[in-house]
């Protein structure tokens, strides 16, 4: 990782760059990760199938897939302040001129846009932030800019059914929209790069191919390959708890709708927490940045397990048990993710920062519809949970190594 010149290292500012990149993060995501709140009223008013909300909801975490491995390319040739600023800002002109579509390839073919344009807010924040603090701050600081995603999701399911009750779903596209412009424009402004400016957009020597071969190289490398396991199924858990946690709940344990969903808030609130906490003692830990991460695969795996097993009936016992989830199963990513900017190479950051939650998002875009394809086909969550179990104990396992800080 890029060291950090004593100047910056020491200057205040660093807590500017911090606060302007979770913004950035928390205006980028508001929208993506809200737009659930809002399906069923541009459902209603399209005249949509289940297919075609399903397809305009996943729309947005698609071409992340490719978006992040690009972003992190760029990351590496170009300033943090152009790539995520420029980014953010299409993000919001995209949702605006949503509010335009006048029928369902429109506003999926903005949706589109808007997860390309997103890439860059991940890999971006994540790369500013950790060249701005020292290794005793920057697990610490990178779980307070991580938060930004399930803060901005929070914001967004709040207020987004609110704005679409009122006024329609195209104000709601609007006020995403000019959100993003908003965090877009801060970012722009305010940020300034730790280190000094490198020629953009420097022509790498290598040939493409041999450009190529070089970053998937990593790929080889045994951090990267703990880094694999441990995305793969801690972001597979995360997804079929944000998910599935509050139908289980509401289905199988007979709760109302009302108290499930309380649980899930409770859930997201441990998850906020989680990363900034689990990050912090990354920073600290002996055992080293990714031990917190081994942590948070056993946690989830007692946790399953309970949720599974265990005859919890008192509101009091689940809100604990989903407290515990929260917290482990969504606060991973914040050492996960420090973890990933430690062991990089320091030409190579943001390629693997975008390589890694490239990965992640594979997991994202098959594993729901896998879950409630297994949930319809066995009108049970019990494969769905076993399956979490045994891809968390996987990971444990196989990337349970020697950990030692990078």
Known sequence: MTSVKPSAHASGYRWVVLFIATLAQASACFFVQGIGAIALFVQQDLQLSNLQIGLLMSAAQLLPILGLLVAGELLDRYQERWVVGIGTLL???????????????????????????????????????????GPKQRGFAMGIRQAGLPLGGALAAAALPAIALHWGWRWGFLAGGLIALLGGLLFIALYRAATPDKPAGAAPSLGINALLRARLAMLGEPAMGKIMLSGISLVSVQYGILIFTALY????????????????????????????????????????????????????????????????????????????????????????????????????????????????????VLVPPALGWLRDLSHSYVPGWLILIALSLLALLLSGGKTTKP
Not at 92 to 120: H, Q
Not at 313 to 325: G, K, P, R, V
Request: charged letters at 5%.
């Open 91 to 133: 993000v919001g002109f995209a949702l605006c001129l949503s509010m335009l579509a006048n029928s369902y390839w429109a506003l999926l073919s903005c949706l589109l846009v808007v997860g390309a344009a997103y890439s860059t807010a991940q890999p971006g924040g994540s790369k500013s932030v950790a060249s701005w603090f």
């Open 249 to 364: 709940l509401y289905e199988r344990l007979g709760l109302s709708i009302s108290a499930a969903t309380t649980l899930l808030v409770i859930a997201q609130g441990a998850g906020v927490v989680g990363r900034i906490v689990l990050a912090a003692w990354g920073d600290h830990s002996k055992a080293g940045r990714y031990f917190p991460v081994l942590t948070c695969l056993l946690a989830v795996i007692i946790g399953l397990s309970l949720l599974l097993l265990a005859p919890l009936q008192q509101f009091w016992a689940l809100a604990l048990l989903l407290a515990w989830l929260g917290f482990f199963g969504f606060g991973w990513y914040g050492p996960w993710v420090a973890y990933v900017a430690d062991s990089a190479p320091a030409d190579k950051t943001g390629f693997a920062l975008g390589l890694a939650m490239a990965v992640n998002q594979v997991a994202i």
